[in-house]
Structures are given as C-alpha cells and as structure tokens.
C-alpha cells in the first residue's frame, strides 16, 4: 500500500517540508510510528510556508516559531505562558499535547539511595490480520499508551475529527462571548485549563479576577441589593447558618421570586433562569399599573417563608418566619415591561380570634413617604368591608407602624366628617370598616370628641380607651359612650383635607377590586346517632 500524502489545507499543494519533492512523512523525518501521521490527519494541517500560532493566528515572525514534534502545530515563543526566550533543546511538545506528569511519592529524608536502574517494559501483543498495517509502540515514555487517535482502535475516515475541530469562525465567536461576559460580570472570564499538572504559579496567572462580591470580607448582612437598588437594613434576620456571613455584607436577593443569594455570579446566573415576573397566588386588584396579589401560605409556602425574612430586615417587632400556612399576603407591585417589582405586602390571618385585618405591614424603604402605607391600609379596610367585618391591626405595632396607622385613621375619619358632620360613632365605622377602639382613639387624639358624665362634658374618655392602641390589645371592646358629642370644625377640617390631596397620594380604587373572601371549610360532623 502506497504511503498517503499529507496535504496543506490552505495553499492545497502537497506538504513541501525541508525542500523535500514529496509529502509523505517519512520524507519529512516523522516519527516512524505513524503517530504524527495519525494526530495530522485529525485537523487542517498547514505547510511550512503557511503556518500560523495556533495563539495570536498569525504568522508573525518565522524566526520566534516553533513546531510541535508530535502534532506539528505552530506557536510562537512569545504567545506561549509563559513565554519562553529561545527553543528548548530536544523534544518539545506543545500545551495541547503535553499530557499530565506523573506525580511520585516523596522520598524520605535521610541515607542517599542508589538509584536502581530503569526497567524497560515490552508490551506483548497478539497480532491481527489488520495491525499489520499498524505503526508500532512508540518508544518515548512520555506518549506511551494512547497517543493515536481513538488509541488506534479507529483508523482512515474512522479517525477523522477534521468535523469536530474548532474553525476561526467559532474561535472569533468565542472571544466575542468572552468579551461580553466579562463586561456583564464585571470581571475576566478564567480560561479552561488543559493540564491537570499546572503547578500553584500558573494556576495563580490564569485565575479570575475576582469581583468584591466573591472576594469581598464575610460580614453579617448590612444591605441587600434588591433589583437596581442596594438597601441599608435596620434589622437582623434568621437566615440559614450559611448567610449569616455574606461576602461585603451584601445579600442578593430577586425582585420577584424573593430568593436570596450570596453573591452577584449567582444572582446574574439566577436572573437568566428565573421564570417569575409576577408574585404568586391570584391577582385582586389592578389599576394604574398597580397590582395586588393574594398570596396562600399554605399554596406557596417558599415564597412566603423569603417574603417574612425580607420584611424582619426592616421590622423590630416581627416574630414569625417560617410557620406561614395559617396566614394571607397580600403583595402590592408597580408593573412595567419588565415584569412586576415589589413595593410591599400586609398579612393577615385566615381565622383571626380578634377579628385582625392586618397581622404584619411592611414596605420597602426605597417606596416609603410616597403614600403606599396608606394604600395598604386602606385596601385592608376595603377587604374587611367586603367581608363584613370591622378590622384592626394586630399590636403591638412597630414606631413606623403606629405612626402611619394613626396618620391614616386621622385621614379617613376626616374624610367621612367632612362630608356628613353630624354622623354618630357607629356611622363612621360602618363608612371606614375600623373599629370602635380605633374611632374612639382617633376623635380623642384629635380633640374632637366630647363626653358627657351626669350632664357635664369631662372632654376625654377613660385612658382604657386609647392606652393600648399601639402596646397591647384591649381585652375586649369598650362600651361605646352614650352621651357624646363629634366637635367638627369645618374650615380645619377642609384645610387639612386639601393639604392630604395635595401629596397626590396613590389611592385604592374600589371598583377595580376583584376579590372573593377566604373560606375554611369545616370537617364534617359525625352523627351521633
């Protein structure tokens, strides 16, 4: 069988190597194995007037490059890392040839030992009707084994991987990939690492560069960067052991599924395969690009379990976590074309004893004093009105909590004053859903309620009354007084008013509601007889 030729793949003459007439590689002083025949016939091979680095992809200068003595690539001295002065003497094998070196066992200090001499090992094979063909073992220790393609058990058209090599097309691709990461990562992309013998140096030259969200000091969490926004936190939550040290303080957490993280890879890695846009649960009430969405604990239990440590980061008074089958959030969200970010949430029970609306309120610091507390208190009076229900918070109430509750009461029983002045007490809780502690509470506060003891006007009530609206629950309603009269000033009234509308608060439209109560069903009784 005639011996093949080796062909250049970019100039199509046959491989012209030391002005020799032929291509074959016995004439251009290949091994005899026919093992750099077989890696050649892997890839485009190119002649030595056509060479390039297989680094830079340029010819460069022909003085600095050098050719792989087993697969007979070219690289220039000053591309390869590191970079070398001048060609080493004997054989050189290039970084996608060099296999991993053997790694002994440590000799013991002490006595010299004379060196036993090398044994050399003879592979006994059985030859076949097709190895007679086949080049025989090389006789480098370094390539000893499976050095041919496929370690010679595939041959000819078997063989080829000129399908699978890489093209410049896709090595361009490649770097345009690279660059882009890099700048979406915000620090280099590390190159995969062929040799598994790469000494604690080269290891070190080819690492990332790491950004302060990898490298930074672990410290307890100090902020959170949620969205676009990074946010001081006033409190400390009851994370996993794992996040109780985050790197720079930071915690990364998703606007939209609420996941939290420990750093910026995993939250960009997230953010590609994260599929919410949305809270969820079923959506109550839109308007306005405003959406409200009731959320079952019970149904989406995760969810909930980060909404409750993501609301204890800015509440002091916060106790529960992760016990959140037996409540309802309600998530409050600004809807755009990216999807619907977070603004806030209240929770409630499913069967409150005392009639609770609200059992925890929250929103984010980067939303507050833009009325949104007032928009979750009044869609909390709005679904007790639906239900039929009278509501109050659950106290004890944070200083924030108390403060904005108050501000509301103060507002909404303003409202229903400035248009009928002359209502009674039960009038204003039937118009605002609050209780009768809550209005009572307000009219005092406010010096707006008279009572009468005996037929003189004491002008406050008892201190049962208002003392605990912030620290503790009453223990059961206070008896509505019988003799009392509402003091409305009009002209203060109207200016307040006015003032309030001019904030240009967000407010709850009613008809926009689309909401059915929760229902519990009841297990069966059993029949007695």
Not at 84 to 104: I, N, S, T
Not at 185 to 197: I, T, Y
Not at 254 to 266: A, Q, T, W
């Amino acid at each position: 069988m005639p011996e093949p030729l080796v062909e250049c793949s970019d100039c199509g003459s046959c491989g012209m190597y030391l002005q020799l007439t032929s291509g074959h590689a016995s004439c251009m002083h290949w091994d005899q194995g026919g093992k750099k025949l077989g890696v050649v016939q892997t890839y485009d091979w190119r002649c030595m007037e056509c060479k390039i680095c297989e680094v830079c992809l340029d010819k460069g200068d022909d003085e600095q490059i050098m050719f792989c003595d087993r697969c007979d690539r070219g690289w220039h001295l000053y591309c390869l890392r590191p970079a070398l002065e001048k060609p080493p003497r004997g054989l050189w094998y290039c970084p996608l040839c060099k296999p991993p070196k053997a790694v002994g066992t440590p000799k013991r200090s002490g006595s010299p030992r004379k060196e036993e001499p090398k044994k050399k090992i003879v592979r006994l094979r059985i030859a076949r009707k097709e190895d007679v063909q086949a080049s025989t073992a090389s006789q480098d220790p370094a390539f000893d084994g499976d050095d041919a393609p496929f370690s010679g058990l595939l041959q000819g058209d078997d063989a080829d991987t000129h399908a699978q090599v890489p093209t410049k097309d896709d090595q361009e691709r490649f770097q345009q990939s690279m660059h882009a990461a890099e700048q979406q990562l915000g620090g280099a992309v590390s190159l995969p690492v062929r040799s598994r013998s790469a000494t604690p140096a080269q290891a070190q030259a080819i690492s990332t560069h790491a950004t302060a969200a990898t490298s930074g000091y672990a410290m307890p969490i100090s902020m959170i960067r949620f969205g676009a926004y990074d946010i001081d936190t006033w409190f400390q939550a009851p994370f996993p052991e794992e996040y109780a040290r985050v790197p720079d303080g930071r915690l990364w957490v998703c606007e939209f599924c609420l996941k939290y993280m420990k750093s910026r890879f995993m939250a960009m890695r997230h953010r590609m395969k994260c599929m919410m846009h949305h809270p969820p649960g079923q959506e109550i009430y839109r308007a306005s690009g405003i959406s409200v969405f009731e959320v079952d604990g019970s149904k989406n239990k995760i969810y909930c379990q980060n909404l409750c440590l993501l609301a204890k980061l800015f509440l002091d008074h916060k106790t529960l976590y992760y016990d959140v089958e037996p409540f309802l959030f309600y998530v409050f969200v600004e809807s755009d074309e990216h999807g619907s970010h977070f603004v806030g949430y209240y929770s409630k029970e499913k069967r409150s004893p005392m009639n609770y609306n609200v059992s925890c309120i929250m929103t984010l610091p980067i939303h507050q004093r833009r009325g949104w507390g007032y928009f979750l208190i009044e869609m909390s009076y709005l679904l007790s009105q639906k239900e039929h229900r009278l509501g109050s918070p659950e106290k004890p109430l944070s200083d924030l909590g108390f403060l904005t509750y108050r501000s509301y009461w103060k507002w909404a029983v303003s409202r229903v004053l400035n248009a009928d002045p002359h209502c009674s007490l039960e009038d204003i809780t039937a118009r605002t859903g609050m209780k009768m502690d809550d209005v009572l509470y307000t009219l005092q506060d406010n010096h707006m309620l008279d009572v009468f003891h005996n037929g003189t006007a004491e002008g406050r009530l008892p201190p049962e009354y208002f003392a605990t609206q912030k620290d503790e629950a009453p223990a059961a309603d206070e008896p509505v007084p019988n003799d009392y009269t509402i003091r409305v000033d009009t002209d203060v009234l109207r200016a307040y008013l006015a003032q309030h509308d001019a904030k240009q608060y967000v407010r709850v439209q009613p008809d926009k509601l689309r909401w059915t109560p929760f229902l519990l069903k009841q297990a069966p009784v059993d029949s007695a007889n």
